[in-house]
Each structure stands twice: as C-alpha cells, then as structure tokens.
C-alpha cells in the first residue's frame, strides 16, 4: 500500500514545480518503493542529433526518486538529493521516455533509489543511483 496516491503525487508536483520546466512525467504505477512514469519529450530536451540530453535524464532519475519516497513516507517536501550517479548506457532517443524507480534501502536519514531511463529502442538507455537525505 502506497502512502500517496498518484493524484495526491501529481497534485503536489503541479503546485511545487511551476515554470518553463516542460510537461511533468506522468505517474502510471505507483506501489509502494515503486514508480514507473512516463514523460513527454520536446526540444527543450533534445541535443544535437535528436537525442534527449544528459541533464533531462538527470532530472529524470531524480522526480522517479523523489516520487518513490512518496509511496513510503506520503508526501515529503523536504527530502533533499544528496547523490545522483548515472550511467549513460546508449543515447536516448523518443517522444516519451519511460522511467522506472525503485527503491533500494529506507533508513532513518537517507533513502537509496534505483532509476531506469528507457526510451523508443525499450533497452535500458541510462542507470541511475540517487541517495535522498530525509527530514
């Protein structure tokens, strides 16, 4: 059972994150230390060569993060990135990317997440490690 729902979690995410950011990832399972969301590509994402740039997919991993602490503590302002490690596996190309994020261990101050970034091909594209500090 998910202490925030996917309405509670997109709701929040509308109100906190204003601005030219582009679409926001839209959440489509949401399981408690689990979350696959799908987002939406534009140019503002795109380098040159049509594929989806190195700091999107960083962006990426960190709301799959953010939003799987969610599922197991409900709605958590605060909790701050304290790490993010990616791999760039092979170049990300498509018009929706998917990512999915689990988490991997839950403490008392940090939480460690898992994130994968897949796009058109279906092949892991990039593989993240972000720690979260938690208030």
Do not use: C, W
């Amino acid at each position: 059972m998910t202490k925030a729902s996917i309405e509670e979690m997109t709701r929040f995410f509308e109100a906190a994150f204003k601005g030219d950011r582009g679409a926001l990832p839209v959440i489509t399972l949401a399981e408690s230390g689990h979350v696959i969301m799908k987002a939406p590509m534009g140019e503002q994402n795109m380098r040159p060569g049509g594929f989806i740039s190195g700091p999107t997919q960083m962006a990426l991993a960190d709301h799959g993060a953010y939003t799987v602490i969610f599922t197991q503590l409900g709605i958590t302002p605060m909790a701050l990135t304290s790490n993010l490690n990616i791999d760039f596996l092979r170049p990300l190309q498509g018009e929706t990317v998917t990512v999915d994020s689990k988490m991997i261990k839950l403490g008392r101050s940090l939480a460690v997440i898992a994130v994968e970034i897949t796009g058109d091909s279906g092949k892991i594209s990039s593989r993240a490690t972000v720690t979260y500090a938690l208030p």
